[in-house]
């Protein structure tokens, strides 16, 4: 069995690296998922040495070396003419710890406030500046370049995917954000369905009345703003009784297919996505058809930031039904919100265990305190 942490490149540095693969060792941690390309941020860092908070914009914390089309990551200031990535590999070279590449694709505010023509376009022509859009060529290529790099460094045993998609359409929270009309789920995401050029052009070729789709999205959210649609009407009945939007949200799934398999022949590594950072059943919401992705994947990591062992083993269930043959690894949040005990996360352990997860890794080494990492080392003793 094994078992990762999620890790800033911040802490690890901060702290030493030789400290720290010493401490995931007494923990029984033998992976660091490092993060190589990242949104902004701001961190409570409890148990690091050199500070208690960190803010970044999205950046990279590896220097870009290779030729970038158009689009190319923005190293984090804070490096000056440093390069924390390959510094940790250096440091971890020869150790008991393996590195993967946690890899954030298109959720880059600061990219997207840059390049407002490369963002998703709501049904009403605004740029939501935090989500790149997938089906823009300019945006898939500077995905595979950043890919592409990551995979030549050698340094990575797995290259792990998050938001390789079209973000939900509120962000997941962007700061002070401000939504004082009851939007629901259905208009979250319709708010988010992506109306740029390129998405257009795409469900047209798919035979999709495009104009109609959109008429039918800014009516609805308007409706729901109103209060004249509740905000709980069923996400999946209305797109049945709209079958022009149910077409326009589908031909996303093509677009989110085709770049997975690009990247997947990018990628020397084992490689990963994460799915359920929404509902497992709803990662349609992001384009995602996962047993069509399945195709290009190594393995699903099923986000289960649960209470309960029986919740997070059903996120696993629902995401085997859906890829039956894909493997599954388990992420858990062993902290706040989630989780207040060490038998708690002994009882989340075993679930998705039990569940069939062939791996499981904990959100966030920086982010715990040491009594939480000392949880994690009680609930993995026995799997040692």
Not at 30 to 36: Q, R
Not at 261 to 267: K, L
Not at 290 to 310: F, H, K, N, P, Q
């Amino acid at each position: 069995m094994d078992f990762a942490l999620w890790a800033y490149p911040w802490d690890v540095l901060d702290e030493g690296v030789d400290a720290v693969v010493e401490r995931l060792d007494d923990i029984g941690i033998t992976e660091i998922n490092l993060a190589t390309n990242y949104h902004a941020v701001q961190a409570f860092l409890p148990h690091n040495p050199a500070r208690k908070t960190f803010f970044a914009r999205a950046s990279s914390y590896f220097r870009p070396d290779a030729e970038y089309a158009d689009l190319k990551p923005v190293p984090n200031e804070t490096m000056g003419d440093g390069d924390w990535v390959r510094e940790i590999v250096d440091g971890v070279e020869g150790s008991e710890v393996s590195l993967n590449s946690w890899t954030v694709g298109c959720h880059n505010s600061r990219l997207g406030l840059r390049r407002p023509e490369a963002t998703i376009r709501t049904p009403f022509g605004d740029s939501l500046a935090f989500g790149l859009c997938p089906a823009n060529p300019t945006v898939r290529r500077y995905l595979l370049d950043v890919l592409g790099e990551l995979s030549a460094l050698g340094a990575f045993d797995r290259i792990e995917l998050e938001s390789f998609d079209y973000m939900y359409g509120t962000g997941f929270g962007w700061h002070h954000q401000k939504i004082h009309a009851r939007l629901g789920t259905l208009g979250e995401f319709l708010f988010g369905l992506c109306f740029c050029d390129h998405c257009r052009e795409n469900a047209a070729n798919d035979g999709v009345d495009v104009d109609r789709a959109r008429r039918a999205c800014r009516e609805a959210i308007l409706r729901l703003a109103e209060g004249r649609l509740p905000s709980t009407v069923d996400p999946y009945g209305w797109l049945a009784a709209h079958p022009e939007v149910e077409g326009y949200a589908d031909a996303r799934t093509d677009v989110l297919t085709t770049l997975f398999s690009d990247c997947r022949a990018v990628v020397d590594a084992k490689m990963g996505y994460y799915v359920g950072l929404l509902d497992v059943e709803d990662a349609w919401m992001q384009g995602a058809d996962l047993a069509r992705l399945a195709d290009s994947l190594d393995y699903y990591t099923v986000i289960a930031y649960e209470s309960s062992g029986t919740a997070a083993a059903d996120r696993l269930r629902v995401a085997d039904d859906l890829t039956p043959d894909v493997p599954l690894h388990a992420g858990l949040l062993p902290g706040h919100p989630a989780v207040r005990d060490a038998a708690t996360v002994r009882e989340l352990v075993d679930a998705v265990v039990d569940a069939g997860a062939e791996r499981v890794s904990f959100y966030n080494y920086g982010l715990l305190p040491e009594r939480n990492l000392d949880w994690i080392r009680e609930a993995i003793s026995e799997y040692a």
